[in-house]
């Protein structure tokens, strides 16, 4: 009775069980049939296919009755056999539904719902040899994924040879998209916003708006064995996409399969009414396999420290020597930090040293050969390091850099893992440093199906040793962080260590649209956590406030998630913690739930995650200051919660005061709203907890900052094109730092505004101003809400204003222009002189209209000096004179080179008979036959300073060197572009080969009535070299 009572449970639990994940399956068989569709469970996305008359496959897509997708091909083109993408009908169909919820082993959210309805459709060839082909079709409410697959069959060969997956998105409008350029080897570029008739080539996801405000996102999931996917626009047309497949080198062939089943990676078409719906899905995570992995306990989701933001930023090398930065002492101050600071009891806590193993020395980034992954240099103890670590409740993250050179590292792998796991390390970042593709083997691509099966082969391996895998320079994610939860982060992205490299990446929009395009594919190793965002050792910086950073930590998710900046900058002056680190200590790496309140994809995005009984906020904007309401009703009714607010200060300032940061603790309940009150390339990050009684007793209810404003001062009346200046006083009444954007209007049009943010219980005085009030008579103006109030503007008569004047000498005559620009009500006519030395040497009579804000007309000047030589001083007008000389001193034309370097070869005497007499600008290649990769050179040329330019600085304009140059005038350094190689290669270098160069040389180190001497000194990293093109001079005399 026991047994058949205990089977009898089972069967009845199995039956409930396929029915909940069941609903339906519907097989039909459908000779003939030549259209069929599958819609979403909630009927919102339907799918129809088609075939054309020829046999084509056509599928559509619509959302909500709207076509997103117009009819789009599909098919093969193979290398050994006939494309299988035409003459095909439909044997049969089957529909099924599948409804069920699981459970990743750590992620976004805690339970995962997946339903969908599948629709697989058999197709079958209409003439020999007969070949058949299924497509499957999975519908979800939030978006599609259809793959490919070709069943086993006696008439298809098994050996295929893809050269093109003929796969086409026709989109039906030209929707705004956010993108990245396709390349096979990167992801790291920073994102452009275009129409979608603008792109040629797209890595993915790639992300898009239509003009109805539909926002979708186009990857694929389960990438297996196949390589990588780009999007290419199909010839001729302006909003179809086309599949491009990463090639196997020297070769058309994209893709290589010995056995048959083939089945491709999935499709995918991610749908939401707003972009928070992209952020919130789940379809690439559903569209893969269940864990494979019985025993997870080992998989613990980490926050991390480690030497790295200091090579990245230049104070360390990897390499060995006086500046190594993997020595034992300092991987033993980074530990004593980590368990100091960081929450070692209830979080996993890491170290990760980078330039640990020998192979740094010299050209690391050609050299991938000479890597060792178990060997350390001599300054590095592993053994000890780990052992210290793990002592203090802190684990160990090994760095496996590859440069690569894949065949090298897979020949040690084995051994190293083995020694990594007998030593109690279970998590590994692994790089793939190689711009230009695989070295080894050579002209294989990252993104290509080899190193796609490296990539998955290597997360086998290290899961089968209890290590979990952090990928830089990878393949792009598609959900098979669920199938191998070891896989617990990757790059693939132009991360903070961009900002280090230049000035011109990472701009303060990048973080705003990352959540809606990379991590799209799952998630980032973005490394966050920069306080010194000015960067003090370095000539870059962060375009981020030290609030954004905090923010960061809820904006984007890693297994492995970063505390980057040095332990010093997390200190004060007096060596004591910060108090805003304690949001970074605070804050889980995987969490339970997620929602996205708002965002507009380029300019913010407020994103809420919730851990347990806790949730966290994280919001950023790009270079406009905002204020963004958030309804906090996702909290449990009835329970009261402290609000940690970590915000941009009252007084911060993306370019003056960027790490000003304001804290308040307040009680919180789920009828309230919010302000994040943001300051340009800022954010605000805050942490919700149930507060206890104490919480109650001691701390202030939120009281919402609503800002006030009322007029100080507003003129009765101005006369025409005047500047109108209204005074406003605003307050905060609120508890927290709130803003208020205010507008100047006349006549109800907003001619004027100004975002203010003001500090709880405090008031601010804004001044509005508009200088374009023309026509007179009697205007309306009001600020914002505040009461209108007239304004009368009286006639002007004609008033002239002189601007932008410039001098130059061409030819031995000097010619001036000006800007003349008149504010009067009316048109007038005005005499303006020419004046030389202090003496009017021409005059020109000129009429200039009348307009709002006024009216602008250029005048020009050419005067003959009669005389060779001679200092000039010219003005127009009233205006400042400048300085001009005749003869002009030239830098374009005949210079001196040399290849090498020396940096003997900077001062003024010198031997320069060795030297090659060159002309510029013109790349070194050119000139001397110099193409050499990771070289130096120098040139030099002399120039005679007339005695009479005594007390003038001069400007000189060097144009544009390849890549690094510094430059010296008699021998003292005036002007540098760019980082030379701190190392071997361009280890350590940042290019600065599309810089103008404009130098000024201070008057104390000219030699007036003399002879000087300019020399640059260059390093050349690939390609063009030298000083290789203009604008070249003449030099310009600079008053003091």
């Known amino acids: 009775m026991l047994v058949r009572k205990t089977m009898k449970y089972k069967l009845t639990v199995l039956f409930a069980i396929l029915i909940a994940i069941f609903v339906y399956q519907q097989e039909s068989f459908a000779s003939g049939k030549e259209s069929v569709s599958v819609q979403s469970p909630d009927g919102s996305v339907e799918v129809d296919l088609n075939l054309s008359e020829n046999g084509t496959p056509h599928y559509k897509v619509t959302f909500n009755g709207e076509t997103i997708v117009k009819p789009s091909s599909l098919g093969f083109k193979f290398k050994n ?14 529909i099924k539904e599948f409804n069920n919820t699981w459970e990743p082993v750590w992620g976004e959210k805690s339970k995962i719902k997946n339903h969908y309805k599948q629709q697989t459709v058999y197709l079958k060839e209409t003439k020999a040899p007969y070949r058949k082909m299924n497509l499957i079709f999975r519908v979800y409410n939030d978006g599609i994924g259809f793959r490919y697959v070709i069943p086993e069959q006696e008439n298809v060969n098994p050996d295929l040879q893809i050269t093109s997956e003929g796969t086409e998105f026709h989109f039906a409008s030209d929707n705004t998209s956010w993108w990245i350029p396709n390349d096979w080897d990167s992801y790291e570029y920073n994102y452009n916003q275009t129409p979608l008739s603008e792109v040629e080539e797209v890595s993915t996801p790639f992300t898009m708006k239509t003009p109805q405000g539909i926002h979708l996102s186009l990857h694929e999931a389960a990438l297996i064995d196949y390589s990588g996917m780009a999007l290419k626009k199909a010839e001729g047309e302006s909003t179809k996409l086309v599949s491009q497949l990463a090639p196997w080198p020297d070769s058309n062939v994209k893709v290589k399969k010995d056995s048959l089943p083939v089945e491709t990676p999935w499709r995918t078409i991610q749908i939401g009414e707003d972009a928070g719906d992209l952020v919130e899905s789940d379809l690439i995570l559903n569209l893969n396999e269940p864990n494979t992995i019985d ?16 090579m990245i930023s230049g104070k360390s090398t990897w390499a060995s020597g006086p500046d190594h930065g993997a020595t034992t002492e300092n991987a033993k101050r980074y530990i004593d930090f980590a368990s100091e600071y960081l929450d070692t009891e209830n979080q996993n806590i890491g170290l990760l040293v980078e330039g640990w193993n020998k192979g740094w020395d010299g050209n690391w980034m050609e050299n991938g050969d000479l890597f060792s992954f178990t ?46 796991q007998e030593l109690g390390i279970h998590a590994i970042k692994s790089g793939y440093v190689a711009d230009y593709g695989i070295h080894n083997p050579a002209g294989q691509h990252h993104h290509g199906q080899y190193m796609v099966n490296h990539y998955l082969d290597t997360i086998k391996k290290a899961a089968e040793h209890e290590i979990m895998i952090n990928s830089h320079e990878p393949i792009k994610g598609t ?7 070891n896989w617990v982060s990757r790059e693939g992205v132009s991360g903070m260590e961009y900002s280090a490299f230049s000035d011109d990446t990472n701009p303060p929009e990048h973080e705003t649209i990352l959540p809606f395009t990379r991590m799209m594919s799952g998630p980032v190793d973005y490394t966050p956590g920069i306080f010194d965002v000015n960067i003090s050792h370095a000539d870059t910086r962060v375009h981020s406030t030290r609030a954004k950073q905090l923010a960061l930590y809820v904006i984007l998710t890693s297994g492995t998630q970063m505390a980057a900046d040095f332990p010093e900058n997390y200190k004060d002056e007096n060596g004591e913690i910060l108090p805003e680190f304690k949001f970074i200590r605070d804050v889980p790496v995987t969490w339970d739930d997620i929602m996205v309140p708002h965002a507009e994809i380029g300019e913010y995005t407020s994103i809420v995650r919730r851990s347990g009984e806790e949730w966290y906020i994280g919001s950023v904007t790009d270079e406009k200051d905002r204020d963004l309401e958030i309804e906090l009703d996702f909290l449990e009714k009835g329970t009261k919660y402290v609000a940690e607010i970590y915000s941009d200060g009252q007084d911060a300032n993306l370019d003056t005061n960027p790490t000003s940061v304001s804290m308040k603790k307040v009680i919180v309940k789920e009828n309230d709203t919010l302000i994040a009150s943001l300051e340009g390339g800022g954010g605000q990050a805050v942490r919700l907890y149930p507060a206890s009684k104490e919480d109650i007793a001691k701390l202030p209810n939120y009281k919402e900052g609503k800002v006030k404003a009322s007029y100080v001062d507003i003129p009765k009346s101005i006369q025409s094109n005047d500047e109108l200046a209204v005074k406003v006083n605003v307050e905060n009444r609120g508890s927290v730092i709130s803003g208020k954007t205010l507008n100047l209007q006349v006549e109800g049009e907003t001619v004027a505004d100004k975002h203010v943010r003001v500090a709880p219980g405090e008031k601010k005085e804004v001044l509005l101003t508009y200088n374009k009030l023309f026509d007179p008579r009697t205007y309306r103006i009001h600020v914002s809400d505040l009461p209108a109030k007239k304004i009368i503007v009286k006639e002007k008569e004609p008033t002239f204003d002189y601007s932008n004047l410039e001098a130059s000498v061409e030819q031995g005559k000097i010619h001036a222009t000006a800007s003349v620009t008149n504010y009067g009500s009316y048109a007038g006519e005005v005499e303006v002189p020419l004046t030389i030395d202090g003496e009017v040497v021409d005059t020109k009579q000129i009429e200039v209209s009348a307009e709002a804000g006024g009216a602008t007309e250029e005048i020009g000047f050419t005067y003959d000096p009669e005389a060779e030589t001679g200092l000039y001083k010219v003005s127009v007008g009233d205006l400042k004179p400048k ?67 005594e007390g003038y600085s001069l400007k000189m304009k060097l144009g544009r060197i390849d890549d690094v140059d510094a430059t010296y005038f008699n021998g003292e350094k005036i002007g540098q572009s760019g980082t030379f190689p701190t190392g071997e290669g361009e280890e350590g270098m940042i290019s600065a080969w599309d810089w103008d160069r404009e130098y000024v040389i201070p008057s104390e180190k000219i030699n007036y009535g003399a002879e000087n001497v ?27």
């Open 1014 to 1040: 300019i020399s640059t000194r260059v390093f050349d990293a690939r390609w063009d070299g030298g000083l290789y093109t203009g604008p070249l001079g003449p030099i310009e005399l600079v008053e003091e």
């Open 479 to 485: 959900g098979l962080y669920r199938t191998y939860p």
């Open 883 to 949: 300085a001009v000389a005749l003869p002009q001193i030239e830098l374009i034309g005949e210079w001196l080179f040399k290849q090498g370097d020396d940096m003997a070869w900077k001062e003024p005497d010198l031997d320069e008979s060795s030297w090659q007499t060159v002309q510029l600008p013109s790349k070194w290649e050119d000139h001397s036959n110099y193409y050499e990769d990771y070289v130096y050179g120098w040139y030099r040329k002399s120039i005679y300073i007339p005695e009479e330019w």
């Open 295 to 310: 025993n997870t306990e080992w998989i613990k989701p980490m926050k991390y420290v480690g030497v790295w933001w200091e």
């Open 375 to 420: 060997e350390s240099y001599p300054d590095y103890d592993l053994e000890e390091v780990v052992q210290y670590a793990q002592e203090r409740g802190v684990s160990y993250i090994m760095h496996n850099e590859t440069s690569g050179d894949i065949l090298n590292y897979e020949s040690q792998m084995d051994e190293a893992y083995d020694y990594y």
């Open 81 to 94: 056999q006939e494309s299988l993408d035409n003459h095909l009908k439909i044997v049969k169909t089957n």
